[in-house]
């Protein structure tokens, strides 16, 4: 499930959890555990949109909400491409 | 056959059954059903956690039953799960109760999962079926107790209901020589590495499962390589971090395996457990609508916290605390023509009467207040109402670096800091619990009231209520600020990864509410009780010594003492002895701050009435009353606090820590007050 994850949200760009849960045919606390799981092992990381969010408004689904309020979204790390393109991170020994 | 838990108690114990669950399984509910009242609380040793033993006694065996903290895991990313993990795998539990919420089914399982792969004798208690059947969820328990291979038994925990079948299946465990297999299946290569693991740690003394130990090597847990390569170490098996590496290629396969457990829950769901196509709309989703709005969330929070206050106060200080203290003086008063009767000592009526009666007196005032409050709270937190405050406050907290669920210690301490510093055990991580004990004391505790009222009394009579109201805004302020400071500084990098869960409303039971409320005085009548009453013998007997002295004079001990420490409060504009005496004097506890003002300025021991008030006119300006306000709002909490902080952290650093740190932050507030003010030429 966790690698589904990142290379769903790898191929989209962005995805809702609820789109996460359908497509993936399990319950969205499932997924919630899932992107935790992903986030603190630096597979993911969250972004937060405002002044320092990283992506480009233009074509961000989120461009006009997120001058009113603050949106998290996650994007998949160096560490997640490595690892969906096969290479495995080292143990910290 | 119907099991019956006998409550008599019995000598000789016949195992122990230890308790693990996710937080909000209703896994404490269960354990108050399972022991009834023969349950102690404590602390894990070292850290800051609670631990809960109890017992109970099946077909005249009497076994003990060890309640785990709620992890969602049994990693090593908080105290709790460290906690729970180290006894599952060393401690001494026979078999384990693997309580499950069975509308979150899916989630749960994943603990269960790692439970499995120690290979140890579980049962799964599927808690609050009715909920699920509510949800319109179709549970199958002997489909899943044949695709997990331990039984499954349902439960409504809150109504009794499936408990004995549980004590039944776990006793039937321990009594069973039963090799539990890892059902989890792993990729392939993952496989081979254990294997290969496992074969290296067969020559090792390791106290853990081999397989689970090499398992978690190659999950990559730093804590277990550490170990594990001591214990190579000592078996003759030199460098074992070099023989792993070796082995392959030091990559991590930490995401394959936590994968294939996720894998492995999704798979024992499947036709096991069948949800609506369409969620069921239930009472619960329809209240949470309006408490967990965006706007109405914290309004509705506040309104619900000010009738807890108002009847706090209401009844548990004007109409129970009365009564206490009268039952007090009317015992002192008794104990007094008693002595007299028989012919005691001057001094030993005098030390009764004012120091032992007076003493105990502050502490059973407080205990109506703590009653009330917390049999309140406890309704609140028994009917799932606390889940949802935290999540109204959940986003400022995370923006201060804590979570929302410290925002509810914060709101105890208004009541009391003591409450509010033990109810941060509730917080998932260690980083959370110390900020939120830290800046616990700057939530004005209701023993403060009184001072501020005097002196609102004495020179803001009109502007009370703005004054009281931003006396109570600055402790918080300040609390917040310092919160983000900590955050910065002392437990950076410490983040925490909350997952934000609401359990489904639920009619409190008496017997949880009650026992929460008992639990509480009981501790804090242990804990405060005997700190208040023994530090205030002492200060009567700094006052009225050397007996040559005049009692409460500047010739008695305390005197002398307070006019040694005098001139560091002058910047601050309060400088006389009486002064800094009372605010040392507020440190066994606040009240005694007005207490004292009034014993050494109005001649006599005075708590309110004109009399202290004309004495306070006399001594202090506007001015210098604003900064004596501000400096008893924050300056070092009272010992029974303090006290609370040591055995809440197991260490003396922290407390005194706090009480240094208070002490400095209230000093500096008072004076910029007085000096500012004197500047802009207030006086």
């Known amino acids: ?93 | 056959m119907k099991a019956t838990v006998h409550k008599e108690a019995v000598r000789v114990r016949s195992g122990t059954i230890a308790l693990v669950g996710n937080p909000n399984s209703g896994k404490t509910t269960f354990f108050n059903a399972l022991t009834g009242s023969n349950q102690h609380v404590g602390n894990w040793p070292g850290v800051t956690v609670e631990k809960k033993v109890g017992s109970f006694t099946y077909e005249g065996e009497r076994y003990r039953v060890v309640d785990l903290p709620g992890t969602y895991s049994l990693g090593a990313f908080s105290e709790d799960e460290v906690v729970a993990r180290q006894f599952v795998l060393t401690g001494d539990a026979d078999v384990i109760i693997d309580v499950v919420d069975a509308s979150n089914i899916e989630r749960n399982l994943y603990l269960a999962t790692q439970l499995l792969e120690m290979g140890k004798k579980v049962v799964i208690a599927l808690n609050m079926v009715d909920e699920a059947a509510r949800r319109k969820i179709k549970l199958d328990p002997e489909g899943l107790s044949k695709k997990l291979g331990v039984p499954v038994i349902p439960t409504v925990a809150a109504r009794g209901r499936g408990i004995d079948d549980v004590i039944k299946a776990a006793i039937g465990l321990i009594k069973q020589d039963v090799v539990v297999e890892n059902p989890v299946r792993y990729p392939k290569t993952v496989q081979h590495h254990i294997d290969e693991v496992a074969t290296t740690l067969e020559g090792t003394d390791l106290p853990y499962p081999i397989r689970w130990a090499a398992l978690k090597v190659v999950e990559g847990d730093e804590e277990i390589i550490n170990m594990v390569g001591k214990y190579c170490a000592a078996s003759g098996l030199q460098d074992f971090a070099q023989r792993y590496n070796g082995s392959h290629t030091g990559e991590s396969f930490e995401l394959d395996i936590i994968d294939a457990r996720y894998n492995f829950a999704h798979r024992v769901t499947e036709g096991a457990v069948q949800r609506p196509k369409e969620e069921v709309v239930t009472f619960t989703d329809k209240v949470d609508k309006i408490v967990t709005h965006k706007y109405l969330g914290i309004p509705i929070f506040a309104a619900i916290m000010l009738v807890v206050f108002q009847l706090t106060f209401e009844v548990g200080e004007e109409i129970l605390g009365e009564f206490a203290v009268d039952i007090v003086e009317w015992l002192g008063d008794m104990a007094a023509t008693f002595l007299a009767y028989i012919s005691a000592p001057g001094w030993f009526i005098s030390f009764m009467t004012e120091g032992v009666f007076n003493g105990v007196g502050a502490v059973v005032e407080f205990v109506p207040l703590i009653l009330v409050l917390y049999l309140l709270l406890g309704f609140l937190e028994d009917s799932g109402y606390m889940a949802r405050a935290a999540y109204v406050w959940d986003d400022l907290m995370r923006r201060l670096g804590l979570q929302g669920k410290a925002f509810i210690s914060l709101i105890i301490g208004f009541g009391c800091n003591v409450p509010g510093i033990m109810s941060a055990r509730t917080l998932d991580n260690r980083k959370d619990r110390m900020i939120t004990t830290l800046i616990n004391p700057f939530m004005s505790c209701g023993a403060k009231i009184p001072i501020y009222s005097v002196f609102i009394a004495a020179f803001f009579p009109r502007h009370g209520g703005l004054l009281l109201f931003a006396i109570y805004a600055l402790g918080i302020v300040i609390g917040l600020i310092m919160a983000k400071v900590f955050n910065k500084t002392l437990f950076k990098g410490e983040s925490s990864h909350f997952i934000m869960e609401l359990p489904p409303y639920r009619m409190p039971t008496v017997r949880n509410v009650f026992r929460n409320m008992w639990d509480n005085v009981y501790g804090f009548l242990q804990r405060a009780g005997t700190t208040i009453f023994m530090v205030i013998t002492l200060l009567w007997v700094l006052a009225v010594l050397p007996v040559s002295a005049e009692p409460y004079s500047q010739a008695s001990i305390l005197g002398r003492i307070g006019a040694f420490i005098a001139p560091l409060f002058r910047p601050a504009g309060f400088g006389t002895w009486q002064e800094s005496v009372a605010l040392f004097a507020g440190i066994p506890a606040k009240e005694a701050v007005v207490g004292t003002l009034g014993m050494l300025y109005a001649g006599q021991y005075v708590e309110e009435g004109t009399l202290l008030v004309n004495a306070l006119k006399l001594h202090f300006t506007p001015l210098t009353a604003l900064a004596y306000m501000v400096m008893t709002l924050l300056y070092t909490p009272c010992i029974a606090t303090l006290s609370t902080v040591a055995k809440e952290t197991n260490s003396i650093k922290w407390p005194v820590f706090m009480a240094l740190y208070t002490f400095a932050i209230g000093w500096g507030l008072a004076v910029v007050v007085f000096q500012v003010g004197s500047l802009l030429g207030f006086s």
Not at chain 1, 12 to 37: H, K, N, P
Not at chain 1, 47 to 55: A, H, L, N
Not at chain 1, 72 to 88: A, I, P
């Open chain 1, 1 to 93: 499930m966790l690698t589904d994850i990142l290379k769903i949200i790898d191929r989209d760009g962005y995805i809702s959890r609820s789109e996460l849960s359908r497509e993936l045919d399990v319950y969205q606390s499932m997924i919630d555990d899932g992107i935790t799981e992903l986030l603190r092992m630096g597979y993911l990381l969250e972004v937060q949109t405002g002044e320092d969010c990283p992506t480009v408004c233009a074509g961000c689904p989120f461009a006009k909400q997120c001058s009113k309020e603050i949106v998290k979204t996650f994007q998949v790390s160096d560490k997640g491409r490595h690892y969906l393109e096969g290479k495995r991170p080292t143990v910290r020994m």
